[in-house]
């Protein structure tokens, strides 16, 4: 992690702005076009799910703003983030799964299952997720495989002010090939244009994915 120097930021005055915003979170829901990354994952028996968390992970590595975070009131970047996702138990209460983050997509989905199966059953509040919650590092995921919606809003903590981006996957649409996604940033670390540019990167990633399938 470094900061990030206010003379080589366009944005310092904008962060200063935003910084002392009793709500500085905005949220934008979009869906992104995924129909052929499902048609290949379906005809391989990959996980839809781990494959799209791939790319997400992925686009988090390429596009520099999402890794913005607030330490200490200053702006810095993360070299890298530790994306923590929701997963359903048969209880249908839900558990934290942190992610690992894999180069190639099959050693991902593997390192991955074997996450969500330990990380089942933990408990809510695991010694991990103590350790972890909040550092800067982390990018909070959640999965609402049910629901097609077309806005979201998230519970926050008081102490919320690191500036982690959340984001949501609704119910993919077999029909329109659409996955719905929300995401929500600091409006003192990025702008619309910002999250533009972010979806962009995801479908780049989802597109890349697929060119390696089919190959």
């Known amino acids: 992690m470094k900061k990030i120097t206010p003379s080589d930021w366009p944005r310092a005055e904008h962060f200063d702005f935003y910084l002392g915003f009793e709500q500085p979170y905005f949220n934008i829901t979009t869906r992104l076009k ?21 790319c997400l992970s992925k686009a988090c590595q390429n596009y520099e703003p999402i890794r913005y975070r607030i330490m200490n ?42 996450q969500k199966n330990v990380y089942l059953e933990q408990p809510l509040v695991s010694e991990h997720f103590l350790a972890t919650s909040e550092t800067p ?34 119910r993919f649409d077999v029909q329109t090939g659409e996955l719905p ?24 990633q989802c597109r890349l994915l697929c060119e390696q399938l089919s190959g």
Request: a negative charge; one cysteine or more.
């Open 34 to 54: 995924v129909g052929k990354l499902y048609t290949l994952c379906k005809q391989q028996q990959l996980s839809f799910t781990f494959s799209y968390l791939y």
């Open 73 to 114: 009131s200053h702006p810095c970047v993360v070299d890298q983030v530790e994306m923590s996702c929701v997963f359903l138990r048969e209880d249908r209460s839900f558990r934290f799964v942190p992610l690992v983050a894999c180069d190639d997509i099959h050693d991902y989905i593997k390192e991955n299952v074997a």
């Open 137 to 170: 590092q982390q990018l909070y995921l959640s999965i609402l495989p049910w629901l097609d919606f077309s806005s979201f809003s998230h519970a926050r903590s008081a102490k919320d002010n690191l500036g982690i981006p959340k984001c949501v996957f609704g």
């Open 181 to 204: 996604f929300s995401i929500e940033v600091h409006h003192a670390l990025m702008d619309g244009l910002h999250v533009a540019e972010f979806i962009q990167e995801i479908e780049i």
